[in-house]
């Protein structure tokens, strides 16, 4: 229960505090943008099972991959994606440290 709550916390959590602190005139957009990064998840579909409480995602699923991850700190120097790019990170901290309260 802890874990869930600590995982999801970091899913929507973190990237509100982010866009709150970092993004103050346009909060909900970079909000709503760093929250697209759960669409990553969409690979979870191509696992079989496509849900397993005991796999840890991170180099499992194939947008959850080292190389991805590469490819997602570019982005967020980036300007134009880097709202998204923060999002992506975040996304693959939370699975991280589900991960490793597992």
């Given at each position: 229960?802890?874990?869930?709550?600590?995982?999801?916390?970091?899913?929507?959590?973190?990237?509100?505090?982010?866009?709150?602190?970092?993004?103050?005139?346009?909060?909900?957009?970079?909000?709503?943008?760093?929250?697209?990064?759960?669409?990553?998840?969409?690979?979870?579909?191509?696992?079989?099972?496509?849900?397993d409480?005991?796999?840890?995602?991170?180099?499992?699923?194939?947008?959850?991959?080292?190389?991805?991850?590469?490819?997602?700190?570019?982005?967020?120097?980036?300007?134009?994606?880097?709202?998204?790019?923060?999002?992506?990170?975040?996304?693959?901290?939370?699975?991280?440290v589900?991960?490793?309260?597992?």
């Amino acid at each position: 229960m802890l874990q869930t709550l600590i995982h999801y916390s970091l899913h929507f959590g973190l990237p509100l505090i982010v866009a709150l602190v970092f993004f103050k005139t346009n909060w909900k957009f970079a909000y709503l943008l760093m929250i697209c990064g759960m669409l990553i998840d969409l690979d979870h579909l191509l696992a079989n099972p496509i849900f397993d409480p005991g796999r840890c995602s991170i180099n499992f699923h194939p947008l959850h991959h080292y190389y991805a991850v590469a490819i997602y700190i570019v982005m967020a120097i980036f300007k134009r994606t880097r709202l998204l790019g923060i999002g992506l990170l975040i996304h693959i901290l939370a699975d991280a440290v589900d991960c490793l309260l597992m």
